[in-house]
C-alpha cells in the first residue's frame, strides 16, 4: 500500500513507490492501457488524479497527445506520469511509444509543467521498465 502524504493524497517522488503503484494498478492487465497520474508540485495525486485515457488491445492502445495535455491542464496538474500495460512482456519502448512521448513533452513544454515521468510495465515476466524521466523546464 502506498503511503499517504498531505492531505490524504498518494505522494508519488520515489520511482520505487510509482513502481509499485503501476504493477498494483495494471501489472496484470491482459489488454493495454494508458494511464495517467497527474500531480502537483509536491509529486501527490491531485483530486481525480489517475486516469485510464485510453484502453486497448493485447498489444497497443490509441493515445492523442493532446488529451494528455488537455487533462493535465483541467487538474491543474504540475507533473504527470503515463504508464502502460506491456500483456507481451516485452518492456524494450517502441519507436511509436518514444514519438508519442517526445509529443507529450513537446505538448507539455508549451505550457511547462515541473515534469514529466514515463513508465512501461509488463505483465510477464512482471517487472517494470523505467524508460526515461524527462524534466521540462524553460
Known sequence: HLQQSGEGRDC??????????????????????FEVAYLDSSYR??????????????DRAAVYPRRVIEAA????????????????????????????TRAIVLGAQTVHPSG???????RLPRRLHRYGEIRLSR
Open 12 to 33: 508519488l517522488a520515489d520511482p520505487a513507490r510509482l513502481s509499485e503503484f503501476w504493477r498494483m494498478r495494471i501489472g496484470a492487465l491482459r489488454n493495454e492501457v
Open 116 to 122: 514529466l515521468r514515463n513508465f512501461s510495465s509488463a
Open 73 to 100: 491542464l483541467k487538474r491543474g496538474a504540475a507533473a504527470l506520469v503515463l504508464a502502460h500495460e506491456h500483456p507481451n512482456g516485452n518492456v524494450t519502448p517502441s519507436e511509436h511509444a518514444k514519438v508519442l
Open 45 to 58: 495525486l491531485v483530486r481525480d488524479g489517475v486516469e485510464t485515457l485510453e484502453e486497448g488491445t493485447i
